[in-house]
């Protein structure tokens, strides 16, 4: 069995390693959700988006094809911006997107250089969410909006599931509450935030496969069954994170985050 052109040989097992192997990138919530955060964020055909942890490029994607606005996507895994790349251009768009690495804690732009900031299930990821808000709001001009959809615990869970969490995505810092992440956006010094809070919903989820064309979703079930077949490691790592915990979603959540950068 071969891969398809363009394929990673040798896989980094881990969350977003796997998911740049494959081709994809979640966020909680799938194209509903993110049809919601761009409307939040006032992104129109003038509009420059800066998307914070791109991963493959779907939303950026189709920003550039359905608002017609100007996108550059940043993310720090190399993985993430070939496949990204290899998105723009098999969807027609390279001429409105662009990608690079970089990282979401020291953004290599001027302040005040995009119109929009969005960023979906990242700062979750990361440690010094403080320094990620921060850095979202210096690059976001005066009256510009910075918009994020990420997990949060609804309700404090027992210490079992928060590391039961940590090991299925790989998550080593905290996830915050709602309140931690009020006071993270508040602490970049944006302002008028709009708050939506969501428990998890199975058909909101499944707008997930929207976000992809055939061939994209050809791609992902063969290079995991490649994986499967060939990879030993990865059987394991899977087998592994089979199952969340019981009743985790009682506890986790989501919630889309938008505010706009005051002037100083």
């Known amino acids: 069995m071969q891969l398809p052109q363009g394929r990673i040989s040798e896989p980094d097992l881990s969350y977003f390693g796997l998911q ?3 081709g994809t990138t979640k966020h909680m919530g799938g194209l509903e959700t993110t049809k919601e955060l761009i409307e939040l964020c006032h992104v129109d055909e003038d509009s420059y988006v800066l998307g914070v942890g791109c991963g493959v490029g779907a939303t950026a994607c189709y920003l550039a094809k359905k608002h017609g606005c100007k996108v550059l996507g940043v993310d720090i895994h190399e993985a993430m911006i070939a496949r990204a790349n290899e998105r723009a251009e098999g969807e027609g768009v390279e001429g409105h997107v662009e990608f690079r690495v970089a990282d979401a804690q020291d953004l290599p732009f001027e302040d005040a250089h995009f119109d929009v900031v969005i960023g979906e299930s990242v700062a979750t990821f990361i440690e010094d969410k403080q320094k990620v808000a921060s850095e979202c709001a210096r690059v976001t001009r005066p009256g510009g909006y910075v918009g994020l959809n990420e997990e ?5 869970p027992p210490a079992q599931m928060v590391e039961h969490v940590r090991h299925i995505w790989d998550i080593k810092p905290d996830i915050p509450t709602l309140e931690g992440w009020m006071g993270l956006l508040e602490g970049a010094g944006l302002r008028d935030i709009v708050v939506r809070t969501y428990e998890f919903d199975t058909r909101r989820e499944s707008t997930q496969v929207q976000r992809y064309r055939f061939q994209d979703m050809w791609r992902m079930f063969y290079r995991t069954l490649f994986l499967y077949i060939k990879n030993p490691a990865f059987r394991k790592y899977m087998a592994e994170r089979r199952y969340l ?5 009682e506890y986790l959540g989501y919630a889309i985050f938008v505010g706009r950068r005051m002037k100083p």
């Open 20 to 22: 740049a192997y494959v």
């Open 152 to 156: 949060l615990w609804l309700e404090t």
């Open 245 to 249: 915990p019981k009743n985790i979603f």
